[in-house]
């Protein structure tokens, strides 16, 4: 399998439920970035990891809560959510913080 | 505050038109600027610009970067039904990669 994956592609859960988004690149690429995109808005970055290590926070809430064991691995744990956090999150990846981006296909999440 | 300032918001045209689209950026420390298309899934990238006035060329695409004015074009000849889409600009800085909204395509058959 090639490129950039991510599970699930959809995603329903309770403002009280637990549950984390997988992604997973196959390009040998050293940086991973979560992004959020909501309707009518332009992408957001959430956080970048770099060599596994995170370099950046974009001020994003605590109840989401992001994990890199390697560099091709990357989660996004999500705990009490809230409605306006339904939005797609894109996973992407890049060979060095300065290289193309290359996204996988993102999950849809619906908070209700 | 770095920026990235798409236009048009939306366009519909017919195939076979040609198309020009903008973007506009402040950005600290510029490094790059990008173009992806964005259908219904991931957005695909198409072109990273990072030297003024050397135009890049993919089939019936092409983009330029002006880093004077701080501008990028993006120029589709012959549009077809299968460019419809939402076209991402992004610009690089250092450890920093913002968004446009994007332009919103429809090309009619």
């Known amino acids: 399998e090639t490129g950039v994956t991510q599970t699930p592609r959809h995603l329903v859960m309770g403002m009280t439920n637990k549950k984390s988004l997988k992604c997973e690149q196959h390009l040998g690429h050293n940086a991973m970035y979560w992004y959020k995109q909501s309707a009518k808005k332009p992408l957001e970055l959430m956080f970048v990891y770099n060599f596994k290590e995170q370099t950046e926070n974009n001020s994003v809430p605590s109840r989401f809560s992001p994990e890199c064991p390697n560099s091709s691995h990357l989660f996004l744990h999500l705990h009490t959510l809230q409605p306006e956090d339904s939005a797609l999150y894109l996973c992407?990846?890049?060979?060095?913080?300065?290289?193309?981006?290359?996204f996988g296909p993102g999950t849809r999440l619906t908070v209700l | 505050e770095d920026k990235v300032v798409q236009s048009p918001l939306s366009l519909v045209v017919h195939e076979g038109d040609t198309v020009t689209l903008n973007c506009s950026y402040e950005?600290?420390?510029?490094?790059?600027l990008l173009w992806y298309k964005q259908e219904k899934k991931a957005p695909t990238f198409l072109f990273m610009l990072t030297s003024s006035g050397i135009e890049k060329k993919s089939g019936r695409l092409s983009s330029i970067l002006d880093k004077k004015e701080l501008f990028s074009i993006l120029n589709i000849t012959a549009t077809q039904t299968g460019d419809s889409a939402v076209y991402l600009c992004?610009?690089?800085?250092?450890?920093?990669?913002?968004f446009g909204t994007g332009t919103r395509l429809k090309v009619l058959a």
């Open positions: 992407a990846s890049s060979q060095d913080r300065r290289g193309e981006q290359f």
């Open positions: 950005v600290t420390n510029f490094r790059s």
């Open positions: 992004a610009s690089s800085g250092t450890y920093k990669y913002i």
